[in-house]
């Protein structure tokens, strides 16, 4: 059984032309203009959409943004591809951008198409057909926390970024900024998170001083592993949120991921990667690991931690705003409301026991 993640059909709706899209492509990539495009989409992701080209003998991926409503200033693809563009020769898992369109003629969107990086993606469990015990468990949540440490530590100067975000005051802007996400994004059904962003905007930590190019949005299912070789990541995807700022904050957001065995049912019911398998680091574990990695120290925990589950959250939130108000039919952004209500108990819970 191979390991390799597998695109699926199309979403209703969701459909490309590929009248328009296959002549397009051997124009600008090469090829023989009578070669034959197949489209499939993979399957997984609440954010942009992501499909796989085959045009003849060819491999390709495209992404794209969702179809419907969109926030203001989201799924900028031009700037998606020109972050891939500086790290793919200075990172060794970033996909290299092959190519980058604005013509809406052609999609009726902007769109981009990069590499394809055959292998494993790891989502809320494992995959059929792969069975790691507890040391293989460790050695790839390790691993996840060894590449985001190596991303904060990159020279994003001279890789021609310095100019994607503003580092100084960043915690800040991203406090108010995803609290405004949220008052904006509400539903009548959904929980206030009134006392989280008091807590949060009350707790700032003071200024590390520290930039780095952040991911946000560093989870097991945004990074490929080696289908021979699982233990070898490969590839680390979506990079529509990077930007130049804070790392802690980046860890944080990491953090949101990163559910327990010990921690409470409701939450575990609402888990996106397989961290509480045995042999997973604890939280605790992963941010010691960090630190190592980057001499950096990350406290206070509890405000980062609480600060990951509620970007989750807002996240969750927006998305699941899209179906509460009849802009996508894609049943899974309905399931989303229960996250919502997961991550508020657990931010309660956090700001409950915490110390600063």
Known sequence: MTLVDQAAAIRSGEELDVAALAPYLTDHLGGDSGETLTVLQFPSGYSNLTYMLQLGGRKLVLRRPPFGTKARTAHDMGREVRVLRALHPVFPYCPKPLLYCEDQAILGCDFYVMEYLPGLIVRRGYPAGFSPGPEQVRQQFETLIDVLAELHMLDYTAAGLADLGKPAGYAERQVVGWSKRYERAHTDDAPGFGATMRWLADNLPAESGRASLIHNDFKMDNVVWDADEPMRLIGVLDWEMATLGDPLMDIGGTLGYWVEAADP?????????????????????????????????????????????????????????????????????????????ALDQMCSAIISRSTI
């Open 265 to 341: 049912d409701f939450l575990r019911a609402a888990q996106l990667m397989p961290s509480d398998l045995p042999g997973a680091p604890t939280r605790a574990e992963a941010v010691q690991r960090y630190c190592r990695r980057t001499g950096f120290s990350v406290d206070p925990l509890d405000f980062y931690h609480c600060f990951g589950l509620f970007r989750l959250a807002v996240i969750a939130q927006q998305i699941y705003y899209r179906y509460y108000h009849g802009q996508t039919a894609d049943r899974r952004f309905g399931e989303l409301i229960k996250w919502v209500h």
